[in-house]
């Protein structure tokens, strides 16, 4: 069985373009570790009783620290002054989701200059649905439809495969 710290040395860093699959397996980390009650649950403040406040402060230092070392540098500024886990967390959820032009016209150029080049089908499937998933995020009233996203793969799949399209 992993550790604590090995396990999360096998988390991707979080970064200006992982949000999602991020949060995802933080998300389920957190969940196996017993600690998402502090951040996403019904006990995310710390309980007034002394002894429930010192078992608290143990998970939320724990929470502190997995989140300190899954995210960039960059993003470790934001949260360094957090006082709990949930704001830590609600800090970065609010960069990553609020509607941010720049961002969604970056991921918009992403998604339409797509191309599987050495990705194997399954990793190149994966990165379009992750690439329409944060896009729907940030415009929810855009969102990329099946149909869409059907075409965008076809479109950026290696002329191999285009002769196997072609006939079905």
């Given at each position: 069985?992993?550790?604590?710290a ?6 991707k860093?979080?970064n ?7 949060s995802?397996r933080?998300?389920?980390y957190f969940?196996g ?7 996403g649950g019904s006990?995310t403040?710390?309980p007034?009783?002394?002894?429930a406040a010192?078992r608290?402060k ?6 502190m ?6 995210i960039?540098?960059?993003f470790?500024?934001?949260i360094?002054n957090?006082k ?7 800090t970065?959820?609010?960069?990553f989701t609020?509607?941010?032009d ?7 150029n ?11 089908i399954?990793q190149y499937f994966s990165?379009?649905?992750?690439l329409s ?5 940030l415009?929810?009233?855009?969102v ?9 793969i ?5 002329p191999?495969?285009k ?6």
């Amino acid at each position: 069985m992993m550790d604590f710290a090995s396990t999360l040395n096998s988390v991707k860093k979080l970064n200006t373009s992982n949000y999602g699959s991020w949060s995802t397996r933080m998300q389920y980390y957190f969940l196996g570790q017993e600690l998402w009650d502090i951040i996403g649950g019904s006990n995310t403040t710390p309980p007034t009783d002394a002894e429930a406040a010192k078992r608290w402060k143990v998970k939320a230092r724990k929470a502190m620290y997995a989140l300190t070392v899954t995210i960039e540098d960059e993003f470790l500024q934001r949260i360094k002054n957090a006082k709990t886990p949930k704001e830590a967390w609600d800090t970065l959820a609010t960069i990553f989701t609020k509607k941010n032009d720049a961002r969604l016209q970056r991921l918009e150029n992403e998604i339409l200059s797509i191309s599987q080049r050495n990705m194997t089908i399954s990793q190149y499937f994966s990165k379009v649905k992750s690439l329409s998933d944060e896009i729907s995020k940030l415009d929810p009233e855009n969102v990329i439809i099946e149909t869409r996203m059907r075409r965008i793969i076809v479109h950026g799949l290696r002329p191999e495969y285009k002769g196997i399209i072609t006939a079905t």
